[in-house]
């Protein structure tokens, strides 16, 4: 299998669904299976500036931290759960009027937390300098739509010099994608329309002041005050 590019991103981030659009469009593969080059890391993996991968481009994909709480508390998390930890056991942050997403047989998250590993990660991975000649940053709700979608990919091609291998871009076919097997027309319009369904006015206040308003501004979203869940 070739090694031709690095994806980095969050759980529930979409990286998945990206690695599945690069491969469907211009045939390329993500470096996979090796341990110290893992694509949820929230710094520098240790295998990062190694001579074999230092050169390679890298995709970085980000979702509005809003529906990503939602996705990440109340999607499915069997694939991460040796992770979970990232999002319950921070000790600064305990406050039990903050868990969400506790169902039956699956642990709840702290939005406390998930929010403090959300900060935590953009100021590792987005505004960087020193990678910027070899990395495409993507807007999840980007690929969603045709024409911003046409945009991401026009990108990826020119940055890296890749060749499309499609007649139009296309998108991977519905259940086609690991982890998103939950992904339907409602979290289509929900992603869009950035309205969150489960998280309360308490909440988004929380995540502003944790992961900061002008950061969320800064990654092209619009900061929520207020939800219908009060």
């Given amino acids: 299998m070739a090694n ?3 994806i980095y991103g969050l759980h529930r981030s979409g990286t998945d669904y990206l690695e599945e659009t690069i491969r469907i469009n211009f045939e390329k593969e993500r470096i996979v299976n ?23 481009p890298i995709l970085i994909i980000y979702k509005n931290p809003y529906s990503w709480m939602e996705t990440l508390a109340f999607g499915p998390r069997d694939d991460f759960v040796g992770s979970t930890d ?12 903050f868990r969400i997403g506790e169902l039956p047989n699956r642990p709840w998250i702290n939005l406390q937390s998930a929010a403090a590993v959300y900060r935590y990660w953009v100021d590792n991975w987005m505004f960087r300098n020193n ?6 940053w993507v807007k999840y709700e980007d690929l969603l739509v045709p024409g911003t979608r046409k945009t991401v990919l026009d990108n990826i091609a020119r940055k890296f010099v890749w060749q499309q291998q499609t007649t139009v871009w296309q998108v991977p076919e519905f259940g086609t994608v ?23 006015t308490k ?8 992961i900061d308003v002008e950061i969320i501004q800064n990654m092209g979203y619009e900061p929520i005050y207020e939800t219908p869940w009060s």
């Fill in 4 to 6: 031709d590019y690095l």
């Fill in 34 to 56: 090796v341990r110290d080059l893992w694509k949820h890391s929230l710094d520098d993996p240790a295998g990062f500036n190694k001579a074999e991968y230092n050169t390679k």
């Fill in 86 to 97: 990232w999002y319950t056991k921070m000790e600064e942050f305990q406050d039990p009027d």
């Fill in 131 to 136: 990678i910027v000649n070899r990395t495409v």
């Fill in 178 to 200: 690991p982890g998103d097997g939950h992904y339907n027309i409602f979290w289509d319009h929900y992603y869009i329309q950035q309205e969150p369904h489960h998280i309360t």
């Fill in 203 to 210: 909440h988004v206040l929380e995540m502003n002041n944790i």
